[in-house]
C-alpha cells in the first residue's frame, strides 16, 4: 500500500469532516443557511420575507425595505432552535494490508440528537434621512449549528464536534420614487468563527490490534482540532413596489456569493507533517468555501381590513458551491510550496441549486392584533444518488474485489434533505410605537441513506479503512422566536 496516498486521503477525509460539519444542515435549512430572520417571518414561514416590512427586518432580505419608514423604527429579537438530527447504521473496520483488505470489526450504533439547540439573534435599525433617501443596518446570522457526537460513537474520526459562530452586518442606502418603488443597496460583513474536532472513538473496537501496530494507545487521539475565523464582504440589492393604496408589495432582492478563507491553526496527535513528518502542531491552514448567491421574490396583498396573504419563492445557486479545498502555506520544501497540500482537493460536494417555496396567510381581528400562519417546502442541496469518486476511493484499496463501495453524496456531517415547514404567530401592538412578536414553527424531513468511506495510515504498510452504511432516521426541529418592534 502506497502510504502518502493513504495520508493524502486522512487529512483529506479529516478535514472535509470537520469543514463540512461547520456549515451543515443542523441550520435546518436547504444546504447550510438559516431562514431565521425574524420572529414576523417565522409566523408566516417567511414568505414574501422581502415585501412586506411589517417592521424593520424586512432588511435583512432585502436593503431597499427601510425606505417604508417615515420615522425611525427599531426591531431586535431571538429565535430558539432546537433540532433533533438521528441517524443509525453499520460501522465496517478494515485493515488495509499489501494483500489487500481485511474486515477485522463490525459494529452498529445509533447516534441520537446530535445537533445541539441554539439561539438565533437579531437587530435592525431604518432611519429615514428625507422624503427620498433613508439608511439600515441589519444584524443577523446566516450560518450557525453545532454538531456533537457521543465519543464512542464509531466514526468520530468521520465526524465529532463542530461549532460555528456567524454574524453578518450590513449597513445600507435605499432611495424611494414616489412613494411607489424604492430601491436599495447593502455591503455585507460576514463574521464567522470555527472550532472543529475529530478524534479515534473512545473504546476503539480495534485499540488492542492499533496499539501493537503503533505502539501506543489511540482511543480519543486527536486527528485534527482546528480552530479558525475570517471576515468577508459581499453585497446585496432590491426593489420593492407597493400600490397606491398599500394593499399589494412586491419585493425582489439579490445577494452576492460569499467566498470566505478560514485561518485556522490546526493539531493532531495522529496526522503528519508533510515537512518533518511530526503531527501538526498549530499548522496553519486557509480553508475555502463558496457561498451560493440568492434570488428572492416576495409578494404580499391585504384583500380587506381583516385578511391578507403572503407568497415567496427563494433560489439559491448551490451549484456554485462544488468542492472543498484547504491551502497549507507553511508545507514547503526548498521554498517551494508542495502541490499535495496547495491546494489539497478535500471533497467534491456537488450540490445542486434549488427553490424554497412559502405561502403565509394573516388575520388582522382588530388594530392590536395580528395572526399569521404558514407552510414552506424547502429543496434540500445534497444530491442523491452516488459519488463516483467515494467508490474509486474504496476501490483503489481493493474493497468489495476492486470494484469499491457504494459512497453517497450526502452525508453524516451533512444530512440534507427536502423540508417543510408549518408555523404560527402573531403580533400585539401595544400603541403606534411599541409592538410585540411572537412565533412557533415545526419542520420534518424526509429519512435518507449516508454511506461514507475513509482512510486512515496506521503504519507504512498498514491502513485502517472505514464504511459507514446507514441513513438518517429522524430530521426535525422546533423554533420558537420573539421580537420587539419599536419607532421613533
Not at 455591503?187 to 464567522?192: E, I, R, S, V
Not at 385578511?307 to 419563492?313: P, Q
Not at 458551491?321 to 521554498?335: G, I, K, S
Given at each position: 500500500m502506497n502510504t502518502k496516498t493513504l495520508r493524502k486521503a486522512a487529512l483529506?477525509?479529516?478535514?472535509?469532516?470537520?469543514?463540512?460539519?461547520t456549515y451543515s444542515s443542523g441550520a435546518f435549512a436547504a444546504g447550510f443557511a438559516l431562514q431565521e430572520s425574524s420572529?414576523?417571518?417565522l409566523g408566516r414561514a417567511f414568505a414574501a420575507e422581502n415585501a412586506i416590512g411589517d417592521n424593520a427586518a424586512i432588511l435583512a432580505r432585502n436593503?431597499?425595505?427601510s425606505a417604508l419608514f417615515n420615522e425611525m423604527a427599531f426591531s431586535v429579537g431571538v429565535t430558539y432552535v432546537n433540532p433533533e438530527i438521528d441517524a443509525a447504521g453499520q460501522t465496517d473496520y478494515y485493515l488495509l494490508t499489501q494483500q489487500g483488505p481485511v474486515l477485522a470489526a463490525s459494529v452498529f450504533d445509533k447516534a441520537d440528537d446530535y445537533a445541539s439547540s441554539a439561539f438565533v439573534p437579531n437587530a435592525y435599525l431604518a432611519i429615514p434621512l428625507d422624503d427620498c433617501w433613508s439608511f439600515g443596518i441589519a444584524m443577523n446570522t446566516d450560518y450557525g449549528l453545532e454538531t456533537d457526537f457521543n465519543s464512542s460513537w464509531p466514526v468520530t474520526h468521520i465526524a465529532d464536534k463542530t461549532e460555528l459562530l456567524s454574524v453578518t452586518i450590513a449597513p445600507s442606502v435605499a432611495f424611494d420614487f414616489a412613494d411607489q418603488f424604492s430601491i436599495g443597496l447593502s455591503?455585507?460583513?460576514?463574521?464567522?468563527d470555527a472550532t472543529l474536532k475529530t478524534k479515534v472513538p473512545n473504546n476503539f473496537v480495534l485499540e488492542d490490534a492499533a496499539e501493537q501496530l503503533l505502539g501506543f494507545p489511540v482511543s480519543n487521539a486527536k486527528i485534527l482540532d482546528a480552530d479558525g475565523d475570517d471576515w468577508y464582504v459581499g453585497w446585496s440589492i432590491g426593489g420593492l413596489w407597493r400600490s397606491k393604496d398599500g394593499h399589494t408589495h412586491v419585493g425582489v432582492s439579490y445577494q452576492s456569493e460569499l467566498r470566505p478563507e478560514i485561518d485556522a491553526d490546526v493539531n493532531s496527535d495522529l496526522l503528519p507533517s508533510f515537512v518533518d513528518g511530526r503531527p501538526f502542531d498549530n499548522e496553519r491552514a486557509r480553508l475555502t468555501l463558496d457561498l451560493p448567491d440568492t434570488l428572492e421574490i416576495g409578494v404580499y396583498h391585504r384583500f380587506d381590513e381583516h385578511?391578507?396573504?403572503?407568497?415567496?419563492?427563494l433560489w439559491t445557486d448551490w451549484d456554485d458551491?462544488?468542492?472543498?479545498?484547504?491551502?497549507?502555506?507553511?508545507?514547503?520544501?526548498?521554498?517551494e510550496l508542495v502541490d499535495r497540500y496547495n491546494p489539497l482537493l478535500i471533497k467534491e460536494e456537488n450540490f445542486q441549486s434549488g427553490w424554497r417555496y412559502s405561502l403565509g396567510a394573516e388575520?388582522?381581528?382588530?388594530?392590536?392584533?395580528?395572526?399569521?400562519?404558514?407552510y414552506a417546502y424547502d429543496n434540500g442541496a445534497a444530491r442523491d444518488g452516488l459519488n463516483e469518486d467515494g467508490r474509486i476511493e474504496s476501490a483503489a484499496v481493493g474493497l468489495n474485489g476492486g470494484l469499491g463501495l457504494p459512497v453517497t453524496w450526502r452525508t453524516l456531517s451533512i444530512p440534507d434533505a427536502d423540508r417543510q415547514w408549518v408555523t404560527f404567530g402573531g403580533t400585539y401592538k401595544f400603541n403606534d410605537q411599541l409592538s410585540v412578536d411572537g412565533g412557533l414553527a415545526y419542520i420534518w424531513g424526509d429519512d435518507e441513506p449516508i454511506q461514507e468511506f475513509q482512510a486512515l495510515p496506521l503504519t507504512p504498510d498498514i491502513g485502517l479503512g472505514t464504511y459507514f452504511n446507514g441513513g438518517t432516521t429522524n430530521l426535525e426541529a422546533w423554533l420558537v422566536g420573539a421580537s420587539l418592534n419599536y419607532s421613533f
Open positions: 483529506a477525509a479529516a478535514i472535509c469532516s470537520v469543514t463540512a460539519g420572529t414576523s417571518g436593503p431597499a425595505g455591503a455585507n460583513f460576514l463574521y464567522g385578511w391578507g396573504i403572503a407568497m415567496g419563492a458551491f462544488e468542492r472543498l479545498q484547504a491551502f497549507f502555506p507553511d508545507q514547503r520544501v526548498n521554498d388575520y388582522y381581528p382588530c388594530e392590536e392584533i395580528t395572526w399569521r400562519v404558514g
